[in-house]
């Protein structure tokens, strides 16, 4: 079966920091570019970053540059989100996506055409003031 797995989430003060994994299985996806996107709560579901498969390409949302790391390993099929200096409104279910096309990962949004491949189940992020 081929699914991503979150992990990591949990409950954190403001100003602290979560690192949140994204393990796939059932295939590779090396060749893959990699997401992580967040829902609040009331919220719909938006874009944060995205890896390119080789790892040399990283691309952020503005609400999240120069607090948020998204790295990976191919070798253990896994992706990951460092996240810094969190705030109460980074509180959301985070969750990973897939996807050979790194535009259609990036350029993602609700009511889009364009459905990404593979969508884990998400992780919880609570960011406490």
């Known amino acids: 079966q081929v699914q991503l797995v979150e992990s990591g989430g949990g409950l954190v003060q403001a100003g602290g920091s979560l690192r949140l994994s994204c393990a796939a299985s059932?295939?590779?996806?090396?060749?893959?570019?990699m997401g992580w996107f967040r829902q609040a709560p009331g919220k719909e579901r938006e874009f944060v970053t995205a890896?390119?498969?080789?790892?040399?390409?990283?691309y952020y949302a503005d609400s999240v540059k120069g607090r948020f790391t998204i790295s990976r390993d191919n070798a253990k099929n896994t992706v990951f989100l460092q996240m810094n200096s969190l705030k109460p409104e980074d509180t959301a279910v985070y969750y990973c996506?897939?996807?050979?096309?790194?535009?259609?990962?990036?350029?993602?949004?609700?009511?889009?055409?364009?459905?990404?491949?593979?969508w884990g189940q998400g992780t919880l992020v609570t960011v406490s003031s």
């Open positions: 996506a897939a996807d050979p096309s790194t535009q259609k990962i990036t350029t993602w949004y609700v009511g889009t055409q364009r459905a990404l491949e593979l």
């Open positions: 059932g295939r590779t996806f090396s060749s893959y570019t």
């Open positions: 890896i390119s498969w080789r790892g040399g390409r990283t």
